[in-house]
C-alpha cells in the first residue's frame, strides 16, 4: 500500500513538472508571435537580410592604378527572433549595441548575425562610426559610416576622353544563399548630393542583386551598388582638341611658306610638340594594351607631321635639281587636297571604330 502511495506522489510530481514546462514554452512562443517554429538561417528558414549602400564621399579616382576611395554609409536590417527580448522587463523597446558587443550577445545565444566582406576592397576600412540597434521582436539595423579603396577592375579607355565608366560597391555574404538571403535597400542606397568630384560626373546610381561564389566555395548573395561617371569635356576641349586643332592649322598654313627649309624647321617643332602630348596624356593611363580614341588621333598626327617633313625635303630636292615646277604642282595639290582630306579621314576613321561601334 505504501509502495502504491510513493508512486502516485511521483507521477503527480512528473505531471506538474511537465505542464509547467510546457506553459512556460507556451508563454515564450506567444511572446515572440510564433517565429521560433524554425530557427533564423537556416535552409528552412533563411536569414533575410537588407543592404542599403549610400556613397557619401568620392575621395579620388586612380585610373593608373583602377580604383576609387569613397566615404560609405552601410546599413543592413534583418529580422531573428532568437534576438527578442521582454521590453517590459527591461524598460525600454530597443537595446543599443556597439558591433563587438553585439556579436557577443548573438553568440552566446546561438544567433546568426549576416556577416558580409565587401568583396572589391583594396584598402583597410577606416570605419569612423558604427552602432547597432536591437528591437524588441528581434528586428536588427546596422549603420556604420567608413572610408576605403575599391577596385575599378571594368575601366575600359577605348573612346578616352568620352568614355562612360561603371563604378562598384560589391557587398558579399560569407554565408551560402541558403544559409542568408540579401534584398537591397532601395530606399537607402544611392550617391550623395556633395560627392566633391571635380574630374567626373557621376550619376545613374542603381542596386544590383545577384548571387556570386562566396568564400565558403557556394552561391552566395551580392547587392552592389553601381553608378555610372564621364568626363568634364571642357577640359579636353581647352586643353587637348583646341591645341592640336592649331596645331593642324600650322601645318597647312606652312604650304604657303615658299622656303622649303623654314617648312621642316616649323615641322619638326610641331612633331616635339605632338611628343610632349603624348606623353601628358599617357601619364594619366595605365599601360594599356590597346589604343584609345586620343591615342589613335594622336599617333596619326604624328606620322602625318613626320610624312609632311619627308615631303618637304623631297620638294626641296626638286628645286634643287632644277624641277621646280613639278614641285609647284605637287605643292598645291597636297595644299588642296592630300592635307585636308587625309585629316579628314583620319578623325571619321576614329570617331567611327571608337566612339560609335560599342
Not at 576622353?161 to 557587398?171: A, L, R, S, Y
Request: charged fraction near 20%.
Amino acid at each position: 500500500m505504501t509502495m502504491i502511495v510513493y508512486r502516485a506522489i511521483c507521477l503527480l510530481v512528473s505531471l506538474t513538472c511537465l505542464v509547467l514546462v510546457m506553459g512556460g514554452q507556451a508563454q515564450a512562443q506567444n511572446a515572440l508571435g510564433g517565429r521560433l517554429d524554425a530557427l533564423a538561417g537556416t535552409p528552412e528558414n533563411p536569414l533575410q537580410v537588407g543592404i542599403g549602400i549610400r556613397i557619401d564621399q568620392i575621395t579620388s579616382v586612380d585610373q593608373k592604378a583602377e580604383n576609387y576611395g569613397a566615404v560609405v554609409v552601410l546599413r543592413v536590417e534583418w529580422t531573428d527572433p532568437a534576438l527578442a527580448f521582454d521590453q517590459q522587463a527591461l524598460g525600454r523597446d530597443i537595446r543599443v549595441f556597439n558591433p563587438p558587443a553585439l556579436a557577443d550577445h548573438a553568440a552566446s545565444i546561438g544567433a546568426v548575425l549576416p556577416a558580409f566582406v565587401i568583396h572589391n576592397q583594396q584598402s583597410n576600412k577606416w570605419i569612423h562610426e558604427s552602432a547597432a540597434s536591437l528591437r524588441y521582436d528581434g528586428r536588427v539595423v546596422y549603420v556604420e559610416k567608413s572610408n576605403l579603396t575599391l577596385q575599378a577592375p571594368h575601366f575600359d579607355f577605348r573612346k578616352y576622353p568620352f568614355d562612360t565608366q561603371d563604378f562598384f560597391f560589391e557587398v558579399v555574404s560569407i554565408f551560402p544563399s541558403e544559409y542568408v538571403s540579401y534584398y537591397p535597400l532601395e530606399d537607402h542606397s544611392g550617391l550623395g548630393d556633395m560627392l566633391g568630384e571635380e574630374e567626373w560626373v557621376l550619376g545613374n546610381a542603381r542596386v544590383e542583386a545577384s548571387t556570386v561564389p562566396g568564400l565558403s566555395g557556394q552561391d552566395s548573395d551580392q547587392i552592389a551598388l553601381v553608378f555610372e561617371g564621364s568626363r568634364h569635356l571642357t577640359y579636353y576641349v581647352i586643353r587637348v582638341f583646341l591645341p592640336m586643332l592649331v596645331l593642324i592649322t600650322v601645318g597647312w598654313a606652312l604650304f604657303f611658306l615658299d622656303e622649303y627649309r623654314r617648312r621642316i624647321e616649323i615641322a619638326g617643332g610641331n612633331l616635339l610638340v605632338f611628343v610632349a602630348f603624348n606623353w601628358a596624356i599617357s601619364a594619366d593611363l595605365p599601360k594599356l594594351g590597346y589604343l584609345t580614341f586620343l591615342d589613335f588621333v594622336l599617333q596619326c598626327m604624328f606620322l602625318m607631321t613626320g610624312a609632311l617633313i619627308v615631303f618637304n625635303v623631297a620638294l626641296r630636292k626638286l628645286k634643287v635639281s632644277g624641277r621646280e615646277e613639278a614641285a609647284r604642282k605637287l605643292d598645291n595639290y597636297a595644299i588642296k587636297w592630300i592635307y585636308p582630306l587625309g585629316y579628314a579621314a583620319i578623325v571619321g576613321y576614329a570617331v567611327f571604330a571608337y566612339l560609335l561601334i560599342p
